[in-house]
C-alpha cells in the first residue's frame, strides 16, 4: 500500500507530505483548494504524462515521491523481481522529476527506468476511479470488460490465445494470395534456369575430371615427353641405384641390427619407385592424339563456364548452385505451402476459436445473472428504491471479435414500474457514480491492486444516500487501502483516516497544504462541511453525532 507521498514544487504545492494509513482516508477542502492537485501529483509518479505547466512558477522543475510497500508474491512483487529491480529494505521508491524546460525523469527504488516502466508498475499498484471512470459505464466495450473482471473465466484467455492462432493463419492465407502472381514467375524462372543445367548435364563426370582430361589433351607430345623422361629416370637410374644399396645395407644389419629400419625404408623405396615406373609408363602408353574428344571438352567447359558466369559464381560451385534451385523449385510445389493446405488450417483455427468463444458466452450468460442480482441488491440502498440491474450478454456467432460472439449491455432501471434501458440512456451522473460504485464491491474479490482512489464519486448526492456511500467505501477499506476525495460529510464522516487540504496566499501567492485531522479537528472539519464556513455549535453537534453512529 501506499506509505507516503511527497510533493514538491508541483502546481501550487510548495512541499507536501501525505502518509495515509490502512483502511478508508477522506480527503476534503473547499473548492479550489487543491485535492485535485494532490491526485494529478500521484497520477504523475504513477507514470501519467508530464506537462512543464504543472511545474511551480519560479521553480526549476517539480518533484514527486511515493513509497509503498509490497508484500511477497504480488504481481508488482513479481515484476520488480523480473526486471531486477528487487526492493531493498524498506519501502518500493517510485520517483518523477520534471522541469520547467519540459525534461522528465523516472526511477524505481533508485535506478533510473523508462516512463513506461513506472506506469507499468504503478498499475500493479494503484487504482484511480474518477467520475470520467464512471461515465465510462457507458461504453460496451467497458461493460463487457467489467464483467469478465468481475467473473473471470479461464475461457476468456484460451478465446484470445485462438483468436492470435486464427488471425495468424489468416494472414499466412492473404500472404500466399498476395504473392501468388510472383511465386508463378519465380516457379518459371527456376524451371527454366534447372533446364540450362539440365542441358549441360555431364553424368557422372565432374568438373575437376573435365578440366583435368583437358589438360592432358591439350599437349599430348609434351606430356609424353615428361613421362618418358620419368620412366627413364626411374628405371634406369633409381631402381638400380637402390638395388645394389641392399645387399651391403643387408650385411650391415647382420652386424648392427639397429640398421633393420634403414635397410625396410629402402626396400620400400625400391617398391614404390618400380609402383611408380609402371603407373607413369601405363599413363604415357595410353596417351593418344584426339581431336575430337578435345573439341568436345572445350565446348563442355565452354558450357559450364557461360552457366557459371550467368549465375555468378565460380564454376566449381555449379553442383551446389543447383542442389539450391532445386530445393527452392520443391518448396514452391510443396503441399503443406499450398493455398489449400493454408486455407484448410485457416478454417481450423477459426473452428478452435468459435470453440472457446462458444464456452465464453455460456460462462458470461451465467456470471450476467449473477451480477444483475447483486446490483439490483446494492441499488435498494443507493436511493434507487425498486430499481432494477439487469446484464443482457447478447450471442451472435457471426460477430468476428477477439473476445468473443457476445455484445454485453448493462441495463437499468432506477424507478420501480420502469423497464430497464441500456444504462448509457437513461442513468444520470449520480446513478452512474452509484453503481460504479456498486460493481466495484461486487468486483472485490477480483482486485489485486492493493490501493483504491476515488475522486469525488459521490457527486450528485447526499442525505442518507451519501452516508450509504460512505458505508461502501469504509467497507472497501476493511479490505483494502481506499482514499477519496469527497465534498460529503457523511461519507468523511465514515473514513478511518481524514485529511485537510487547504489553501492560503502568502506574498501574493497561492500555496496548498495538506494537514491530517485529529478527533476534534475532523469533527470541526464535518461540521464545515455541514453548515459552511461559520461553524456552530449545532452543526459541531450534528458533526459528533454522525461520527459517533460509524461502525468501528
Not at 453537534?541 to 453512529?549: D, F, I, K, V, Y
Amino acid at each position: 500500500m501506499l506509505n507516503h507521498l511527497r510533493i514538491r514544487d508541483f502546481a501550487i504545492i510548495d512541499d507536501t507530505e501525505i502518509e495515509p494509513g490502512q483502511g478508508l482516508s477522506a480527503l476534503t477542502g473547499e473548492t479550489g483548494a487543491g485535492k485535485s492537485i494532490l491526485l494529478d501529483a500521484l497520477g504523475l509518479v504513477l507514470g501519467e504524462r508530464a506537462r512543464s505547466d504543472k511545474v511551480r512558477e519560479g521553480a526549476d522543475r517539480a518533484e514527486v515521491t511515493a513509497s509503498f510497500d509490497i508484500d511477497d508474491g504480488t504481481a508488482a512483487h513479481h515484476w520488480l523481481s523480473q526486471h531486477d529491480l528487487d526492493i531493498p529494505d524498506g519501502d518500493c521508491v517510485l520517483r518523477r522529476v520534471v522541469t520547467a524546460a519540459g525534461k522528465s525523469r523516472a526511477s524505481i527504488n533508485g535506478s533510473s527506468v523508462p516512463v513506461a516502466s513506472l506506469k507499468t508498475l504503478g498499475n500493479l499498484l494503484v487504482s484511480i476511479h474518477g467520475q470520467s471512470a464512471h461515465h465510462a459505464l457507458a461504453s460496451g466495450a467497458e461493460q463487457r470488460r467489467l464483467l469478465d473482471a468481475i467473473s473471470p473465466h479461464a475461457s476468456l484467455a484460451r478465446t484470445n490465445v485462438a483468436w492470435d492462432q486464427w488471425q495468424a493463419a489468416q494472414q499466412q492465407v492473404e500472404s500466399f494470395e498476395a504473392a501468388q502472381g510472383g511465386r508463378q514467375q519465380q516457379h518459371d524462372l527456376l524451371s527454366f534456369q534447372l533446364q540450362e543445367f539440365d542441358q549441360a548435364d555431364l553424368g557422372d563426370l565432374t568438373v575437376e575430371a573435365l578440366e583435368q582430361e583437358h589438360r592432358w589433351l591439350a599437349d599430348v607430345d609434351r606430356s609424353r615427353q615428361a613421362g618418358t623422361r620419368i620412366e627413364q629416370a626411374l628405371e634406369h637410374a633409381a631402381a638400380p641405384a637402390l638395388a645394389d644399396a641392399l645387399p651391403p645395407l643387408a650385411e650391415l644389419v647382420a652386424v648392427d641390427g639397429s640398421l633393420q629400419e634403414a635397410l625396410d625404408l629402402v626396400e620400400s623405396a625400391a617398391i614404390q619407385v618400380s609402383e611408380a615406373t609402371r603407373m607413369v609408363g601405363a599413363k604415357v602408353s595410353a596417351l593418344e592424339s584426339d581431336d575430337a574428344r578435345l573439341s568436345w571438352l572445350d565446348e563442355r567447359l565452354g558450357v559450364l563456364h557461360g552457366l557459371a558466369k550467368k549465375h555468378g559464381i565460380p564454376v566449381k560451385q555449379l553442383a551446389d548452385t543447383e542442389d539450391r534451385l532445386r530445393q527452392e523449385l520443391d518448396t514452391l510445389t510443396d503441399p503443406a505451402g499450398s493455398l489449400e493446405a493454408l486455407t484448410e488450417a485457416r478454417d481450423t483455427a477459426y473452428q478452435a476459436w468459435l470453440k472457446q468463444a462458444l464456452i465464453l458466452s455460456r460462462h458470461r450468460q451465467k456470471a450476467a445473472r449473477q451480477l444483475g442480482e447483486v446490483i439490483t441488491e446494492s441499488m435498494q440502498g443507493l436511493a434507487m428504491e425498486g430499481g432494477v440491474f439487469r446484464v443482457v450478454v447478447d450471442r451472435d456467432e457471426s460477430r468476428i471479435e477477439r473476445h468473443g460472439v457476445n455484445r454485453v449491455i448493462f441495463e437499468v432501471s432506477p424507478n420501480p414500474g420502469v423497464a430497464p434501458a441500456p444504462l448509457s440512456q437513461v442513468a444520470s451522473g449520480g446513478e452512474l457514480s452509484r453503481i460504479g460504485l456498486a460493481l466495484q464491491l461486487a468486483s472485490l474479490d477480483q482486485h489485486e491492486v492493493p490501493t483504491l482512489i476515488f475522486d469525488e464519486v459521490d457527486t450528485g448526492i447526499g442525505g442518507a444516500v451519501g452516508e450509504t456511500v460512505g458505508r461502501l467505501l469504509r467497507r472497501l477499506g476493511d479490505s483494502y487501502q481506499v482514499m477519496c476525495v469527497t465534498h460529503l460529510p457523511q461519507v468523511a464522516a465514515q473514513a478511518h483516516d481524514h485529511l485537510k487540504v487547504s489553501k492560503t496566499v502568502s506574498d501574493g501567492r497561492t500555496h496548498t497544504q495538506l494537514d491530517r485531522l485529529d478527533k476534534t479537528q475532523k469533527r470541526d472539519e464535518i461540521a464545515r462541511m455541514l453548515g459552511g464556513k461559520k461553524i456552530t455549535a449545532k452543526t459541531r453537534q450534528h458533526a459528533a453525532e454522525m461520527l459517533e453512529n460509524v461502525s468501528s
